[in-house]
């Protein structure tokens, strides 16, 4: 029995599948993308992996010690008053995972898409749409808990962390990873130019600088909070606040819930569009 | 193994595959040759199961490639016309990973690879990246990739265009040992001479249709004559010498640079051309190739994707 799973040939796997629901778009085998991405990091793109992780760090050296020296501490209604650098170190923790999972999501999948003809590849094996979304997409969300992980860790003996509670923010930052690393590819897969991605690119910054990582929202006018409480980065950004903060109620559920239907209809427009792209 | 009947592709008002029907048997080495947009690729990806048919009927190995993707692509090695190995890893690293992709074992795996490597002539570049590699390396590492999954039947997609000499015929070599072994090898070409090294059987494409079938030989016979000779008078004088050698051999074409005359006898054509006083500047008795045979059906007008 155990020879027969070892030595199982290409075709005894695949029909092994056939017949049950979806084996058209799944094998059951995300991972196989997942492990050669980790031989390219290896190979290829170790130094590119771990550069992306720094940058929340300066941000957080410049702004919240170099910055927060001359505000001091900080309030938003409703939460604990805090000093400057613990108030934005929960926002650049959900940066950390944003960034980590759409460096993955768009860049290099839209290089994987239309230069390395990467997808080509690996749809002409008996892999499907489904594997190879849930593959590409939980490789940025390893990237982007990396990036979370790694924060956290240097963030904690800053004394920027006051709470038990904020060992939840780790798999927090994964839903959150995972939320942006589902939209980024889908948006990523319906793009057919580098100038398409730059906009995408362009729309982030605003996104990061008027999210409420670096002021409280009280500060803007009803209207303007509305539309910004329904941009990703803010939902990220309150979860891990009440998380770090350890404040916590129910508006936690909302957060994941808002980021639940990201990955939902996320993966399900990658699958589609990769099946579309590929599978005509 | 492959049967296809009234097999159409159509792109909103493109026709790429005008209802073709053709059979591959088991060890077979069955040609697509046809110019730039006959639907060649087209087709080859429809039995990939990478494009579905818009019409018509497909069966791998008894499967419809459209309802049983997965399993007729588990049958399959493909080799793409265009370079999709993977640049970020190195070469076992390719091979095993596209393995990983099939689902097969580690411990099967790890023997495969040195196996293709050995294949593919490439042990000593197993640590090597992709992009250090000649052209007729990655050819031959697209080629062992493609075997990975120990396939029935491979298919290849212009297997030698861009190779010199030298990485041809490696590559040829390396085909004809894989037939030996009983693999069925499906071939897009638009050499003629791959074609005729080969291929057993093969169709030849025009605007999504089938022009003829056989082998080689019998396209040759059917469609050419035994010899073709070759004379040239200067561009100027072709044409009007032309008009005066009617009668001569089964067929003539006349070039801007020369005139082909399709014959059983090219020496004896020869001689009766010279003897109607026409000396050519330059002649030539060739043996009739399937590139004749190409050219008949499929015309000379450049074809521009």
């Known amino acids: ?280 | 193994m492959i049967r296809a009947s009234g097999l159409t592709k159509r792109y909103g008002e493109f026709t790429a595959v005008a209802g073709i029907d053709f059979a591959v048997a088991r060890g077979e080495s069955f040609g697509l040759l046809g110019p730039n947009g006959a639907g060649k690729s087209t087709t080859m990806r429809m039995i990939s199961a990478t494009t579905l048919r818009s019409g018509g009927d497909l069966r791998i190995l008894d499967r419809d490639p459209d309802t049983h993707g997965p399993e007729v692509r588990a049958h399959l090695g493909v080799v793409p016309q265009e370079g999709n190995l993977d640049t970020e890893l190195t070469c076992a690293e390719n091979l095993y990973v596209y393995g990983r992709y099939f689902g097969l074992s580690r411990r099967f795996l790890r023997p495969k690879v040195d196996e293709l490597l050995a294949f593919a002539q490439l042990e000593d570049k197993r640590d090597v990246k992709v992009d250090a590699l000649s052209g007729g390396m990655k050819r031959r590492l697209t080629i062992a990739r493609g075997l990975v999954n120990e396939p029935e039947i491979l298919l290849l997609d212009e297997p030698t265009t861009g190779l010199d000499p030298q990485a041809r015929h490696i590559l040829w070599d390396r085909l004809f040992r894989l037939k030996e072994q009983g693999v069925t090898l499906v071939v897009t070409t638009h050499y003629m001479d791959e074609a005729e090294q080969l291929c057993d059987r093969l169709i030849v494409m025009d605007r999504g249709r089938i022009m003829a079938e056989g082998s080689p030989q019998t396209l040759i016979s059917e469609y050419s004559s035994r010899e073709v000779l070759e004379l040239r008078y200067g561009t100027g004088r072709n044409a009007e010498v032309a008009a005066q050698l009617e009668g001569i051999g089964q067929r003539m074409e006349a070039l801007p640079d020369r005139l082909l005359l399709y014959v059983d006898d090219g020496e004896a054509a020869l001689e009766a051309v010279v003897g109607r006083g026409f000396h050519p500047i330059a002649s030539l008795v060739r043996r009739s190739s399937l590139e004749d045979v190409f050219l008949r059906l499929t015309g000379r007008s450049l074809v521009d994707e």
């Open chain 1, 1 to 280: 029995m155990i020879t027969q799973l070892v030595f199982a040939s290409a075709v005894e796997i695949a029909e092994r599948r056939s017949g049950r629901r979806g084996a058209s778009v799944y094998a059951g085998r995300p991972w196989a993308l997942i492990q050669r991405n980790l031989f390219a990091l290896r190979t290829s793109n170790a130094l590119v992996f771990f550069s992306g992780f720094v940058e929340p760090v300066f941000y957080l050296l410049a702004f919240g010690f170099g910055l927060g020296n001359v505000i001091g501490s900080v309030h938003e209604a409703g939460g604990p008053r805090v000093s400057y650098a613990a108030f934005i170190a929960p926002a650049l923790l959900a940066t950390s995972a944003m960034n980590g999972a759409l460096a993955d999501s768009t860049w290099n999948v839209f290089f994987k898409m239309h230069y390395a003809k990467f997808y080509n590849a690996v749809m002409s094996t008996s892999l499907g749409a489904l594997d190879t979304a849930l593959g590409e997409i939980g490789w940025a969300v390893i990237r982007g808990l990396a990036y979370a992980i790694g924060f956290l860790a240097v963030v904690s003996p800053l004394g920027l962390v006051h709470s038990w509670w904020a060992l939840l923010a780790i798999p927090a930052a994964g839903i959150v990873a995972f939320g942006f690393a589902a939209a980024g590819m889908a948006i990523t897969s319906y793009l057919t130019s580098h100038q398409q991605l730059n906009w995408v690119n362009f729309l982030l910054l605003p996104m990061f600088l008027f999210s409420g990582a670096f002021f409280p929202l009280d500060r803007y006018p009803w209207f303007a909070q509305q539309v910004i409480h329904a941009l990703p980065l803010w939902q990220a950004i309150a979860m891990l606040r009440s998380l770090m903060f350890g404040e916590l109620d129910i508006a936690l559920l909302g957060h994941v819930a808002y980021f639940a239907v990201f990955i939902v209809v996320g993966v399900t427009f990658t699958t589609r569009r990769l099946n579309a792209l590929f599978l005509r």
